[in-house]
Structure formats: C-alpha cells, structure tokens
C-alpha cells in the first residue's frame, strides 16, 4: 500500500507520492499490522527556539514532508523549495513573529484554564496526512515557557470509533486534526475531528486539563461530518459548538451531553467574497468566510465569526461581526495574515491574541506554534497590533542552507 523511491540525503529511503485511486469514501479497513508510514504520531516536547528557527520548519502533505531546519529528522524528507518566503513580512502585512518553540504544530490553539495558566493544543505529529497518536497538551503561566503534559488523549487506548483506519485520497489515513482544549463548565474539553469521519467532544473525567478523557456524548459514532470543531461559551454561560467555515451553529446541553437544540444557519449580511476558492459560492449566493478552521468569540457585546482561506495566496484567518451570534454577520476583514486555523483569545493581562502557524509561503516559518498582538479599529475588525512581543529581526533566508 505504501511505496518508496529513491534514496534520500539522511540514507532512508524517501517516500514517494502514494498511488491514488478514486476511493476518498473514508471507509473502513483493517488496522495495519505495523504502520505503513516512516513517522512518528506524537510532535513530544518540542526544544527552545533558536534565532535560526524564525525561518523554514515542516510542510506536511499526503507525498511525504518537507523540513529545512537545524536538527536531523529521524524519517526521510523532501526537498524544501519555495516553501516559506516571508514576503507577507517583507510587505509589512505580518510581523517577523518568532515560533514559541522548535516544535511540529499545526493549527496552534490556546485557552486559559481554570487556574489561570494557558493550554496549548494543535495537530500534531509527524505528518498528519497520513497518522498520528491522539491530542498533545501544552501548559504555560507567562506565553513564553511552555511544558509539555504529554499525549493526554490516545487513540489507541480511548479512541474508540476515532481508531479505526479509513481510506483518504486512497491512502491508509488515521489522524485527529486541530484538536481544542477549552475550559467551560468549570471542567475541561477537547474537540476534534477525523477526516473523511466526523466530530467528536471529550470531557475530562478528574476536572483537570491532563485528563483522562472520554466522551462527552456519542460515544459510538462521530457527531456530524466535517472537520475544525470548536467550542464557544457565551455570556450566560450557553454552550455552543460549530465546525468547518461556521456555516451552522448548535448549543450544547450545560454538561455537554448533547443538543439543546437543531443546528441553526448563520447569516451575512454582506456579499464581500475575499477567499479565492468561496468566490463561486457567493455568487450563487451561498455567503461564507472561508472554507475550515472556524473558531468564534465575544468582545464588547460583538460576536466574531472567523474561518479559514487562502486570501491572495495568504493562508489567513478570516472574520466577521454581529450583535447575534447567528447572525447577520458584516464587515468581513483579514484579521491575522498567514495565521492558519486556530483562535484568538485574551490573556489574562486583557491582551488579545491570534495563535499562528504557517501555513502558506508568504509566511517565513512553516507549521510551528506562533502569537500575534492584535488590537480592534473604531468598526470592530481584528488588526495586527503595534506592539508584537515575540517579533524580532529575522535571520536571513540563507541562514538554513
């Protein structure tokens, strides 16, 4: 099922791109005897950041993945390219942000818990086209020094039906994508999906952010079809949860158990198409922001609606505002350049915050964990902030070579 070619720098033999075939069903299949893939399904600690780190990283993808870096990887990669430029810096559209650490991390996401510390989680592993282990778990008290708290979900020990291998692009595939952990309740959760599967929701069973954790409500079958699940309390303590570009929107039971209610449609109230690949969609009239990563919060009486596209060859957080959390949603606005799917959240100084991890190539390091500052103009949109703490001159390109 998996097949190699030629011989890579390190010595391993370096995979090529997979036979494909028209089966993209997500049927199931037997679980393989030993993984077919050359990586590992956890990311691990991580290693402090270097100025070297500011550029390059990985870009995961179904042919196998690219790296340009300092530290040997342990499975064969391709060549680097044109991978990461930082023309977005260059043009001033996003600050030279440094990575919080040397870490494999897509979909960087951030909550604060109950004690006050941050808890960062994110897509994790090797290369999540083809398989990883579960959810990851990061805590710090300051952004800064982050401690890893280990693989606190695992799919072979709790995944039940998030286990099973599935057929994806016709490949072999098992793999959580952009897991969020989210205090709520006074308890914490994660929220997740699988390809080609569904969404699931876990609660942890002891109250605390390492878990264990099991289901909150369907322990048997996915919830909805889709992918980029995520949570969102209001002020009156109402839970929500949305997916995909945010298109629907469904409160939760107060202990997460299950629906309070159908799935509502959110609303626009403008036609304003800036992802390239929804513009099609506008014009039969099906109104979006983006096409994944949704993530939703509450400033100021405002609800922003935010989701993922490729804005001017930028992978960019997209959103939008509205008195109600259904809608009408106006003023759609690129809110963090080159950012990815993740949040934006405040800090515990009332700072305000967009996760980042890169994930086009006008941005200058690739699928590691990132801030950005951002502050609120007199209409309500989400701008890059003047003052960006974990910017610092950038090496230059060659520095990697």
Same mark, same amino acid.
């Given at each position: 099922m998996f097949a190699f070619m030629g011989a890579a720098?390190?010595?391993?033999?370096?995979? +090529?791109?997979?036979?494909?075939? /028209? %089966? %993209?069903?997500?049927?199931?299949?037997?679980t393989p005897e030993r993984?077919?893939?050359? *990586? !590992?399904?956890?990311?691990?600690?991580?290693?402090?950041?270097?100025?070297?780190?500011?550029?390059?990283?990985?870009?995961? $993808?179904?042919?196998?993945? +690219?790296?340009?870096?300092?530290?040997?990887? /342990?499975?064969?990669?391709?060549?680097?390219?044109?991978?990461?430029?930082?023309?977005?810096?260059? !043009?001033?559209?996003?600050?030279?942000?440094?990575?919080?650490?040397?870490?494999?991390?897509? %979909?960087?996401?951030?909550?604060?818990?109950?004690?006050?510390?941050?808890?960062?989680?994110?897509?994790?592993?090797?290369?999540?086209?083809?398989?990883?282990?579960?959810?990851?778990?990061? +805590?710090?008290?300051?952004?800064? %020094?982050?401690? *890893?708290? $280990?693989?606190?979900?695992s799919l072979d020990r709790e995944g039940g039906w998030a286990r099973e291998w599935r057929m994806r692009k016709g490949v072999p595939f098992r793999a959580i994508w952009a897991p969020e952990i989210h205090y709520v309740s006074g308890s914490y959760f994660l929220c997740f999906s699988v390809s080609r599967a569904g969404l699931g929701i876990l609660r942890s069973t002891t109250g605390r952010p390492e878990g264990p954790y099991e289901y909150a409500f369907s322990p048997d079958a996915h919830l909805r079809r889709g992918i980029d699940a995520t949570l969102f309390q209001?002020?009156? $303590?109402?839970?929500?949860?949305? *997916?995909?570009? $945010?298109?629907?929107?469904? +409160?939760? !039971?107060?202990?997460?158990s299950g629906y309070a209610e159908e799935w509502k449609r959110t609303t626009f109230a403008d036609t304003q198409c800036l992802v390239a690949r929804d513009r099609a969609r506008c014009l039969r009239g099906e109104n979006t922001l983006g096409y994944e990563g949704a993530t939703l919060f509450k400033k100021d009486g405002l609800y922003y609606l935010g989701a993922v596209g490729n804005v001017e060859g930028r992978y960019s957080f997209v959103f939008a505002v509205s008195e109600n959390l259904h809608g009408p949603y106006r003023i759609k606005h690129e809110a963090a350049p080159c950012a990815g799917g993740g949040n934006v959240f405040k800090d515990r100084q009332g700072r305000w915050w967009s996760t980042f991890f890169g994930n086009d190539e006008q941005s200058h390091f690739r699928e590691k964990p990132g801030l950005i500052r951002v502050d609120f103009d007199a209409e309500g949109r989400i701008v890059v902030a003047e003052d960006q703490p974990f910017a610092r001159p950038l090496p230059p390109l060659e520095a990697l070579t």
């Open positions: 720098a390190t010595g391993l033999m370096a995979p +090529r791109a997979l036979a494909q075939s /028209a %089966d %993209d069903s997500g049927r199931l299949i037997p993984s077919p893939y050359p *990586y !590992k399904g956890v990311s691990g600690a991580g290693a402090t950041a270097t100025l070297a780190d500011a550029r390059g990283g990985w870009m995961s $993808g179904l042919a196998g993945v +690219r790296y340009r870096g300092t530290r040997p990887m /342990a499975y064969p990669t391709l060549p680097w390219g044109e991978a990461a430029t930082g023309t977005a810096v260059e !043009k001033g559209l996003l600050p030279p942000i440094h990575p919080l650490m040397e870490l494999h991390l897509r %979909d960087t996401q951030i909550c604060i818990g109950g004690d006050g510390a941050y808890y960062m989680t994110g897509s994790t592993g090797d290369n999540i086209w083809a398989f990883n282990d579960g959810i990851e778990l990061w +805590r710090s008290t300051d952004l800064v %020094d982050w401690t *890893y708290l $280990g693989l606190v979900w209001d002020d009156d $303590g109402a839970v929500y949860l949305t *997916y995909g570009s $945010g298109d629907e929107i469904v +409160r939760l !039971k107060d202990d997460l």
